[in-house]
């Protein structure tokens, strides 16, 4: 890999808050400071962008519709489908899904507070119908919004890859203690050799293997098939399919053609009788 420097230079997160919203100056930081002040880079990114950013993704209802239709028990009895968004950002995954699926009850968290005023604020938000908290997803705190054991269904849209690989165990063990045992991850993220990757290693914005900062202090990490289904078998998941997608956009203005590269993937709770496999690879961690 080219260009991994042990710090990369990037806007400091107080320049931006106390100042202005545009990046005065720049700083070195060491790598793990970003990760240190991830939630404030977000959050200055909602404070800055508001919710212009993010297409609203209907992908979701189109390629996992299945996922989402209302639970039917051996009496007959049905019941709406529990959703957990992780990482909801302004709510681009949850207002479109809640269009198609009016039934579902969604569980949004984000550890941006601008985020999750950004999605109390929009038209369609409906307390009875999603429940939207500041959350960090890699420590303890989801356990103490959702009921244990209590979600369908988990999307993890464009979230995973924020994180830092050595905190990525943390965030799928916190979404284990919320699924049900029948309960399934729906992933979708950044793949290795994405334009975006290319660009970063280009500008020497790489802090480790395939984790980059952008210049606005926020981060993003490319996963390959192997390390995300290894990710999450070491945590307790099986993986139920995993794709990588090509798409090739010409940008014709900026005489630019990129190449973006993403990754599809949908993980089932393992039941816990069923580690031995999980463990076998807990080594390689
Ligand atoms: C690219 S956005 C994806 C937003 C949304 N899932 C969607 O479909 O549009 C990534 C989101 O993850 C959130 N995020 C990153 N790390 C997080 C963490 N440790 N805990 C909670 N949210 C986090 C960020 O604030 C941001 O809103």
Redesign the pocket.
């Known amino acids: 890999m080219r260009g991994v420097p042990a710090t990369s230079i990037v806007s400091s997160p107080y320049m931006l808050t106390r100042q202005s919203l545009r990046p005065i100056s720049t700083v070195r930081l060491p790598s793990d400071k970003y990760q240190k002040y991830?939630t404030r880079y977000?959050d200055i990114?909602?404070k800055r962008h508001h919710n212009k950013f993010?297409k609203d993704?209907h992908y979701l209802e189109k390629e996992w519709a299945h996922c989402f239709s209302t639970n039917v028990d051996s009496t007959n009895h049905s019941s709406p489908k529990v959703v957990l968004?992780?990482?909801?950002?302004?709510g681009?995954?949850i207002f479109p899904l809640l269009n198609a699926f009016p039934n579902l009850f969604i569980h949004a968290?984000?550890?941006?507070p601008n985020?999750i005023s950004l999605v109390k604020s929009h038209e369609d938000f409906r307390e009875d119908q999603v429940n939207a908290f500041v959350?960090?997803?890699?420590n303890g705190e989801l356990c103490e919004r959702v009921a244990p054991s209590s979600v369908d269904v988990v999307?993890l849209?464009?979230?995973l890859s924020?994180?830092s690989p050595e905190?990525m165990p943390l965030?799928l063990q916190n979404l284990k203690k919320v699924l049900k045992p029948s309960g399934h991850v729906l992933f979708r993220d950044y793949a290795i050799g994405d334009f975006a990757q290319e660009k970063l290693i280009d500008k020497n914005q790489m802090i480790s293997e395939n984790f980059g900062v952008r210049g606005d202090g926020t981060c993003a990490f490319y996963f390959s098939e192997y390390f995300l289904s290894s990710l999450f078998a070491r945590e307790g998941y099986k993986t139920a399919e995993i794709n990588t997608y090509c798409k090739e956009i010409v940008n014709r203005s900026r005489n630019i053609v990129m190449n973006r590269r993403w990754m599809r993937a949908i993980f089932c709770n393992q039941d816990p009788l069923d580690t031995q496999y999980a463990s076998m690879l807990k080594p390689r961690c």
């Open positions: 991830a977000w990114f909602y993010f993704r968004e992780v990482g909801c950002g302004a681009n995954t968290c984000d550890f941006s985020a959350c960090d997803l890699t999307t849209i464009f979230t924020a994180v905190k965030v």
